[in-house]
């Protein structure tokens, strides 16, 4: 499958890596559409994806102290989510659904762990940025509760 390695040149998530290294993770990821009140993942499901929106708007809920969801934060172009994936236990900690029509690139966990595996240089390149999402993302999720 793959994208064409443009379309990871523009965001952040990919922003110091080299071109042999977008090559490789260029070959991880696919294109999907997203629709809005579309559920990507739902919280404490197993986490097999992440996602980085090229140009949706999205939302990230999480269950309130009543069982009703409420919105932590709110997603648009060049944001990622779904990060705590790579993370034992591999389950989403949030719900993220859709609020506009729009695209997202979506990135195999168990591939990208492969391959983290084989390119150390790469893992040490993208780790940073995927636990910085995945640490502003919690923190703004405590600071709600």
């Known amino acids: 499958m793959g994208?064409?390695?443009?379309?990871?040149?523009?965001?952040?998530?990919?922003s110091n890596l080299s071109e042999s290294q977008l090559e490789k993770v260029a070959g991880l990821c696919r294109k999907i559409t997203v629709y809005p009140d579309q559920i990507l993942f739902k919280e404490r499901e197993p986490g097999n994806t992440i996602f980085v929106s090229m140009e949706a708007d999205l939302e990230v809920l999480f269950t309130a102290g009543d069982d009703s969801m409420a919105r932590m934060e709110w997603l648009g172009a060049d944001e990622t989510l779904g990060t705590i994936a790579l993370i034992p236990p591999h389950q989403y900690v949030s719900t993220a659904r859709g609020l506009?029509?729009?695209?997202?690139?979506?990135?195999?966990?168990?591939?990208?762990?492969?391959?983290?595996?084989q390119d150390g240089r790469l893992a040490v390149s993208m780790i940073p940025r995927?636990?910085?999402?995945?640490?502003?993302?919690?923190?703004?999720?405590?600071?709600e509760l």
């Open 100 to 117: 506009t029509e729009g695209t997202l690139l979506a990135i195999d966990v168990d591939k990208m762990q492969k391959l983290f595996q």
């Open 130 to 143: 995927i636990t910085s999402a995945c640490h502003r993302k919690t923190a703004n999720m405590k600071s």
């Open 3 to 14: 994208v064409n390695v443009a379309l990871l040149r523009g965001l952040s998530l990919f």
